[in-house]
């Protein structure tokens, strides 16, 4: 038995966030497919980005069921969207993808609090933080795509999202 063990009730949200982020991870690797084929690279390298880290959270949140002896359950994951009109499309979707993800990390965490389970609390107060900064960055993206009204604007803000990238050290493979 774990030192510490975890409801019922707060691992069913831990669980069910595992998933929704593996279904996020999912749904970047889409839009990055859709950059690529648009000959929006720097998109496509953001996007592959994004999806990395998603999958990355997915395995925080199994790692902390796993070591409080859950076992986590990977459901099967919806199919994502993969059809767009427009890059602005595409950045209203990670838009909303990411006001989803806050809806989830904060029910999880109301669960947590309700049943008092300080090392879930814990685990999700670095989610609670960085979905700040994931919905603000979404918030920005809608806006440039907004402002960038023509084609050459656009392909600006693909090439500096690329550039940003790079001087980042970020070398996220294509899609295949």
Same mark, same amino acid.
């Given at each position: 038995?774990?030192?510490?063990?975890?409801?019922?009730?707060?691992?069913?949200?831990?669980?069910?966030?595992?998933?929704?982020?593996?279904?996020?991870?999912?749904?970047?690797?889409?839009?990055?497919?859709?950059?690529?084929?648009?000959?929006?690279?720097?998109?496509?390298?953001?996007?592959?980005?994004?999806?990395?880290?998603?999958?990355?959270?997915?395995?925080?949140?199994?790692?902390?069921?796993?070591?409080?002896?859950?076992?986590?359950?990977?459901?099967?994951?919806?199919?994502?969207?993969?059809?767009?009109?427009?890059?602005?499309?595409?950045?209203?979707?990670?838009?909303?993808?990411?006001?989803?993800?806050?809806?989830?990390?904060?029910?999880?965490?109301?669960?947590?609090?309700?049943?008092?389970?300080?090392? =879930?609390?814990?685990? %999700?107060?670095?989610? #609670?933080?960085? *979905?700040? /900064? !994931? +919905?603000?960055?979404?918030?920005?993206?809608?806006?440039?795509?907004?402002?960038?009204?023509?084609?050459? =604007?656009?392909?600006? %803000?693909?090439?500096? #999202?690329?550039? *940003?990238? /790079? !001087? +980042?050290?970020?070398?996220?493979?294509?899609?295949?």
């Amino acid at each position: 038995m774990p030192a510490i063990a975890v409801k019922p009730a707060v691992a069913a949200e831990l669980q069910r966030q595992f998933n929704q982020e593996l279904a996020a991870a999912h749904a970047y690797l889409a839009l990055a497919a859709w950059c690529d084929f648009q000959n929006l690279k720097g998109f496509a390298k953001f996007f592959s980005k994004q999806s990395f880290e998603e999958r990355t959270h997915a395995q925080r949140f199994m790692r902390h069921l796993l070591d409080r002896g859950v076992m986590t359950v990977t459901t099967a994951l919806p199919g994502p969207k993969t059809e767009f009109s427009s890059v602005l499309d595409i950045a209203r979707q990670a838009q909303a993808m990411e006001a989803s993800n806050t809806a989830g990390i904060n029910a999880a965490y109301e669960a947590a609090l309700r049943e008092k389970d300080y090392p =879930a609390q814990v685990l %999700l107060h670095a989610f #609670i933080q960085e *979905q700040v /900064e !994931e +919905e603000n960055w979404a918030d920005e993206m809608v806006s440039r795509v907004e402002d960038a009204a023509c084609a050459g =604007a656009m392909s600006f %803000l693909d090439r500096h #999202i690329e550039r *940003q990238l /790079e !001087e +980042e050290g970020v070398n996220a493979a294509k899609p295949e």
